[in-house]
């Protein structure tokens, strides 16, 4: 929120947070300063006295010569009348403190002081608490005095107890974290016993204790003169306490007792109590519970946050609710309360009439069947209107009784009229009808059902919440929902704009994509080629031949996709000379090293055909002669679409099986609205040598890592059942494979697969009909379920059309299919002008940004865009195939740059300026006009990163780490120089790390780190060494997909030059590449990493092969709890690029055990500073 200034305050002046440091300048100057600072004010107001309603004065640096002034101006200028002063956070120490004594004594009008957040004891001299105190016996006016961590200690509590006994006109004092300790609070408690006016008293953490015998056996002070002082007296005058927060003060149970007996007596004024974090346990709760179902208590308000109070209190509490008739708020988070406990909670609510607030967040409700919370409490009561039940681990599972936590929510919800709040965030709820009872319930206005598992919105309920949106706030965010298309961001406002936009021209969804997924030569093109060859399957046929067999026109669309300059040329001479596929061995030398070379007879064809590279085509001919079928480059859009009925139709994408190839492919694949097929053939199952073993495994790990898929979203299928039904593989052992493994992975698949069994593809002339009808069939039931309840504003499909017309227009001009959102809005403006009867809503698009990017995001869902930053890619999916082909090599064939020889330009992944303009001049015309913004959203995308104004790495196109390359001969890890190593090592739980994860964090960290931190030099596609301390130390960052690890390992000569910044503590150099490691992960929420330390003896980290390789013991972290919400953490915004900032202290861990390391033996030291040997 934005801090007022002095000119915006309604009668009174706030300056909070500027620097006020000179009014501590010399006596004059300062006196000068503070007189013009009011007298500004007085002109303003246009009077002779300046009657000040809040004068806020916090955070401005004042010091303790600068408060001291500023008080000495107001006490010592009748024409100003301060009635609310704020003097938090100045460091006005104990002079300041004197002041305030001072002006206390003084002044006649003010009413309220803040001076928290000072240390009034620091600088010495006499105790500005006693002058202080001394002040408030003569002060007639005052009414509310704060000092609220002020270094009081049991002195500051004696001091006010004696002002307390004499003062008639406090009403309300803070002193919250003062640690005035058991005998200052004592002696307060006293003071209340004489005091009639004081009403707000605020102790929180101030060390009170609860009383019982010390070591010598003498009795500690205690609570008891509170009690006495509250009621517990025999009947004598108490004080007039209203308020009372003893917050974080180990009163434990002896405390929480002897409390207890005054809050049931009648004379008890006591309306507010806050006991958080005390340690009261069950029994203290117990005592509570018993006072106040007494039937005298006046208690209105009851904090037992933080106290692990358990089943017992819970249901000594729910006791007390069936006769307590004052309590209005009860808050009971954080007390360790189980399923039992708050199933007695909900039979108290069942019979109270009085309650009016639940806190039961962050208990254990969901660990058990037990629904009373629920089906008795919130159905029958009357009276409750806020129930918070966050973190409660409330699931949909089944009970013996097959009942569920959602249907008991819902079916309470149903019944019960009065609630306006309810919180049931953080737990596992996936019930549909919980929202469609909020949905209908007239009196809830506020909803939060955020981070669950709810996945879909009937659209029935999507409208009539529409309908609600003035009156209801809902937050459904961290939800994976596919309907409505929010994914995870669908907060109130985001929800609200959707609605509203739904609510006005609702469609339905006609359009969605079957991505073809699976290894290299698995049958992904033969699958989208049979099921979109329309009614004409026996053409299909000629496409299965292996290219001995192809004709002259096969291997004439071949040559001319190659893609260079002279692919055209290559495919008039396998016209002109009528050359097959059992032809093309002629036309290549092949030596015994597997290189190959035109042979004499291509050599003769170049003085006709000139413009070819004999030399590059050679090379082509004899990757495609040595795999035996052609295969996908890249992502194939096949051409034609599969219509399943109800007006919808599926479009296919062909992904190429290639590793090159999966960092695109993640992009492409992440979205909710799309159906995957993954295909295995039938042979790799019987076989774990087959290079397609696993391969349904794999893609069903591969595709969950990138989120949440919809349900009936997944299918499998098998391939080659030729091979299979001819005897190839044994036809029984390979159907049960098949079948066991099949329901492995939908067991795991999350509901991801709805079918019963996995599609066969047979391809035979007399079994490919009832092939394409078995895939249809299946494609539209699967289609049904994930488009079930997706509807969008119509104005999103308009918006699609409006693109696609875009996509048209340039590719018939030649142009890159790249729009910038300030380009988007002028189409869409453009058209509301050519078609006004549809602007009004559609123009809602230019003017919210945020319904923009859902249309945006609908368009990516579907295919139509894909958006970097500003930058969006029209049909990205055909784009792709034809851009990344021309850098991306095959199995064995190469790429287009590398056929062209320029593979000299193209070093470990460095693709550069040039190249792509050359790639780029066969599909469109000047594309060197628009490379800065091709190259911009290609670096957005984090698909490369610039090494410079010219050139640009790939990580995808990075060599592996193979034992060849020794990464101690090369100088990047001298380990024998080592006296320090610290590691740290993220292991993915379920066994599964994307293949383009690791790249994707190299781009991060490249683009991010200081130059020369990292080069392509010491950069591969599971490694990375990291120079730091002017290269004296080294970061060795490794993946390895086969044991689902990622480690970071900082070595150096000497302890000290394992420092980056200004942090203590542990291995900082570590902790800091660590942080933003795990600041990179979050983009893949649906991996989870366990963190442990690894052994800091070098020994440990030695060379094994040539190669670095960890043979010591993995120390297990534990998350350390942090107030600091890391969601709100920006690493641009705190620096974490150049040093740690504040990013490493939202990452705290902690070892689970001390032990040694198994390996070496030795102890571990982990601190910094310690000698590693030790």
Known sequence: ??????????????????????????????????????????????????????????????????????LSHLSNHSYIKTYQLNLQRNAIGSTGGRAIGSFLHQNQTCTRVDISLNDIKAGGGPLAIELISNALVANERL?????????????????????????????????????????????????????????????????????????????????????????????????????????????????????????????????????????????????????????????????????????VGAMALGEMLQHNDSLRILDISSCSIGNEGGAAIGSGLSMNATLQTLNHDKNSLGSGSNHVLFSEGVSTNKALKTLHLSGNGISDEESLDSSTWGEAVANALSSNTSLQYLDLSN?????????????????????????????????????????????????????????????????????????????????AVTRIRLMVCGHGGVGKSTFARAITSENDPSGFQASLSPVVEWGTDRLMDWASRLGTLWAEDAARLIFDEGITGKDLTNYVDTDSGGNSSPSELLNSCSSTYQSIDTASFAKAISALCAKGYLSTVGVVKVQGQVPIGDNRTVSLVDFAGQSEFLVSHQLLLSSLHTLCLIIQPAPSFESRDHRHYGSWKYWRQFLSSLGDRRRGSLLLAVSQLDKVLAGEVNNCDCEDLISNEFKKIKERSSGAISCTEALRLDYRPGSIADTIYRAKQALSKSTNEVAHSWWVPNSYETLSKIAQ??????????????????????????????????????????????????????????????????????????????????????????????????????????????????????????????????????????????????????????????????????????????????????????????????????????????????????????????????????????????????????????????????????????????????????????????EAWLCTNPECHASRDGRYSYHGSEFPLLSRATSKKSKAHDCDAEGCQRFLGVGHSLDLMQLSCHEPCTTCGKSQVFRLRDVIDD
Request: glycine share 8%; net charge negative.
């Open 427 to 507: 737990n596992a709820l996936s019930e549909g009808s919980i929202i469609d009872e909020v949905a209908a319930h007239t009196s809830i206005t506020t909803a939060n059902l955020s981070d669950n598992d709810f996945q879909s919105i009937s659209i029935e309920t999507q409208l009539k919440l529409a309908g609600r949106m003035t009156t209801l706030d809902m937050d459904l965010s961290l939800n994976a929902l596919s309907s409505p298309p929010l994914g995870r961001l669908a907060d109130s406002t985001n929800l609200r704009n959707y609605l509203t936009l739904l609510a006005s021209e609702k469609t």
């Open 143 to 311: 009414t509310a005095l704060l000092m609220n961590k002020c270094a009081l200690g049991p002195d500051g509590g004696a001091h006010l107890a004696h002002a307390l006994k004499v003062n008639s006109s406090l009403n309300e004092l803070q002193l919250e974290g003062n640690m005035i300790g058991p005998v200052g609070a004592e002696t307060l408690f006293d003071a209340l016993q004489s005091n009639r006016t004081l009403e707000v008293l605020g102790l929180k953490m101030n060390r009170i204790g609860g009383g019982g015998a010390n070591v010598n056996g003498a009795e500690k002070a205690d609570v008891r003169s509170l009690a006495y002082a509250l009621g517990n007296n025999n009947g004598h005058q108490c004080c007039q306490l209203h308020t009372l927060d003893l917050s974080y003060n180990d009163l434990r149970c002896l405390g929480c007792t002897i409390l207890a007996e005054s809050l049931g007596q009648s004379q008890c004024a006591l309306r507010e109590l806050t006991l958080e974090k005390n340690d009261i346990g069950g029994e203290g709760a117990v005592a509570l519970a018993h006072a106040l179902g007494s039937g005298g208590s006046k208690l209105q308000s009851l904090v037992l946050k933080g106290n692990a109070i358990g089943d």
């Open 1 to 70: 929120m934005k801090r007022k200034s002095a000119d915006d305050a309604e009668n009174g002046i706030d300056v909070s947070g500027r620097d006020l440091s000179s009014f501590g300048s010399q006596e004059n100057s300062s006196s000068r300063t503070i007189s013009n600072f009011f007298h500004q004010h007085i002109v303003k107001e246009g009077t002779q006295n300046l009657e000040i309603t809040l004068l806020n004065i916090s955070r401005c640096r004042l010091g303790p010569n600068g408060a001291t002034n500023l």
């Open 805 to 1090: 017309n875009v996509a048209k227009t340039k590719s018939a001009n030649h142009e890159l299919p790249i729009l910038t959102r300030d380009e988007l809005v002028h189409e869409i403006n453009n058209f509301c002008e050519r078609v006004p009867q549809s602007s009004a809503l559609l123009g809602k698009l230019t003017t919210d940004p945020r319904l923009l990017q859902k249309a945006i995001e609908y368009m990516e869902a579907v295919g139509d865009v894909m958006q970097a930053g500003d930058q969006l890619l029209i049909d990205p999916i055909g784009w792709f195939s034809t851009f990344l082909a021309h850098f991306v090599k095959d199995d064995l064939a190469v790429s287009t740059i590398q056929i062209d020889n320029s593979a000299l330009k193209k070093q470990r992944g460095t693709i550069h300026l040039a190249d792509v303009i050359e790639a780029l001049e066969h599909e469109y015309v000047s594309p060197h006009e628009h490379i800065a913004q091709i190259m911009e959203l290609l670096c957005g995308l984090e698909l490369c990163v610039p090494l410079d104004e010219t050139s640009f790495l790939f990580p995808c196109l990075l060599p592996h780490l193979s034992p060849c390359i020794e990464l101690l001969d090369e100088g990047f890890l001298n380990i024998s120089d080592v006296s320090a190593v610290r590691g740290h090592r993220f292991r993915e739980s379920s066994g599964f790390i994307p293949p383009g994860l690791f790249l994707g964090l190299v781009a991060r960290l490249f683009q991010r780190l200081a130059p020369g931190t990292m080069e392509p030099t010491r950069m591969w596609k599971d490694c990375a060494v990291l120079f730091l301390n002017n290269k004296s130390t080294r970061v060795l960052l490794r993946c390895d997909l086969d044991e689902s690890i990622i480690d970071a390992v900082g070595m150096a000569p000497s302890s000290e030059q394992i420092f980056v910044g200004a942090a203590k503590g542990q291995a900082s150099i570590v902790i800091w590449i660590v942080h933003l490691i795990k600041m990179f992960l979050r983009n893949y929420s649906q991996l989870k990493f366990d």
